[in-house]
């Protein structure tokens, strides 16, 4: 079944330390997307990427940073920069240029600090 | 720019009884509009879409919702709330631009009582 897998479920972070969240789609859907879930904010955008090797910033893109090497991937690193990252992380994917297409998302991460 | 407002960010109803969660959407264009719905520690799952065409709009788990242009709205509706509807629900909003992010509100949370 094609969908989008998000690994791992559940991630701790240690102070000053550097994370990555994964996300594997094999939907062959040109854009993916990262998302940040807190109680009672909705989704706030972090990066999204429309093609291989180029991404935009999101709403809340501070402290955190993402590359797309390849269609099928888009990891999230969480830095030290970001000093509040405990939170449920959610990555979508989307069929090419149609805005009447919905995201797909992934299962969640939830990241929590030690 | 797209914006969307979820009136109620808790709604309670009794089961048997009717859902009505309500989202009002900002568009300068002819937008297309989703449902979502986001059971505890997973992703979100598509319920229903409008695109163009008929704007009363059929769903999964016998929601529906109906898009009313002169009202700027997309409420959801279903008839007889079930105990596994308890939930958070989601509604968005996109324009034909391409792979630009969805818009979404920020989420009521259904609560079902036996």
């Known amino acids: 079944d094609g969908g989008i897998t998000q690994s791992p479920k559940y991630l701790f972070r240690k102070e000053g330390q550097n994370v990555t969240l994964s996300c594997e789609q094999n939907?062959?859907?040109?854009?993916m997307y990262w998302y940040r879930q807190d109680p009672g904010q909705g989704l706030r955008l972090i990066y999204y990427s429309q093609i291989v090797n180029d991404f935009q910033k999101g709403d809340i893109a501070e402290g955190y940073s993402v590359s797309r090497e390849k269609k099928e991937s888009f990891p999230l690193t969480v830095t030290s920069a970001q000093k509040n990252p405990t939170a449920f992380y959610l990555c979508a994917s989307r069929a090419d240029g149609q805005g009447n297409q919905p995201q797909h998302f992934g299962d969640g991460t939830r990241l929590s600090i030690l | 720019a797209q914006s969307v407002t979820q009136l109620g960010s808790h709604v309670s109803v009794s089961e048997g009884a009717l859902v009505l969660l309500r989202c009002n959407y900002s568009s300068s264009v002819p937008p297309y509009l989703f449902w979502y719905v986001q059971y505890p520690n997973q992703g979100l799952q598509l319920l229903l879409k409008y695109t163009t065409g008929a704007t009363l709009v059929k769903g999964i788990n016998g929601f529906e919702a109906e898009f009313k242009k002169s009202e700027t709205s997309f409420h959801l509706t279903k008839p007889s709330a079930h105990m596994s509807d308890a939930a958070e629900y989601f509604c968005?909003?996109?324009?034909?631009?391409?792979?630009?992010?969805?818009?979404f509100g920020k989420g009521t949370r259904l609560s079902v009582i036996a």
């Open positions: 939907l062959n859907h040109d854009a």
């Open positions: 968005a909003v996109s324009v034909n631009s391409g792979n630009t992010p969805l818009v």
